[in-house]
């Protein structure tokens, strides 16, 4: 359960980002990303890596890959990404469509969680690391509206909190209040929703 007392389906926002993983042709994976340290090698890489791990943590399966911070190393990709990611998305949305996923305590990125917290921060990786891969790969980006939301919502919640997870998060970049929700989503993030 979250805050609100629902739980969240990552299959519609998994889906979006399987679909911009899979319009990433190879000549772009050494371009640029609005992630300053990673190209989009990196980020495929990353999503790839925090996948497993929030799959592993919705289902309390605790171990190398839930224990590994996520700053240990700069994530790459392996030759077969392009049929493992979407299976391991696939994977990560079923795990925790498990009620029992947000309950209780789990570990995520070397850090224990209660999991309707990590079942957040799931939702928010993956709404804004699709938004860096389609800003990126210049795809068109329309993320699930209700996965926005939940990560809006965290990302706001951190930012009044002060906590910025440690170098998770950049400084928050000023956006208007009347901007598109995903704009003020990425401004809570870090990242400049106009980069290009």
Known sequence: MTD???????????????????GVTDEQLGDRTPC?????????????????AFRDAARKD???????????????????????????????AEAWRDPAAWTGMTRAGAVDLPGEVAGAVAVDELVVHGWDLARATGQSY???????????DF???????GDRGEGIFGPVVPVPSGAPLLDRAIG?????PHWA
């Open 142 to 152: 329309a993320p699930d509206p209700a996965a926005l939301r939940m990560a809006h």
């Open 4 to 22: 609100t007392g629902t739980t969240l389906d990552l299959g519609p926002q998994t889906q979006v980002v399987a679909r911009l993983a899979e």
């Open 62 to 92: 605790l171990g190398p890959t839930t224990d590994t911070s996520p700053g240990a190393a700069v994530p790459d990709i392996g030759p077969g990404w392009r049929e493992e990611l979407p299976k391991v998305l696939d994977e990560l």
């Open 188 to 192: 809570l993030s870090g990242r400049d």
């Open 155 to 161: 990302l706001a919640a951190a930012a009044a909190e």
């Open 36 to 52: 300053p340290e990673y190209r989009v090698r990196h980020i495929l890489g990353h999503l790839l890596g925090l996948s497993v």
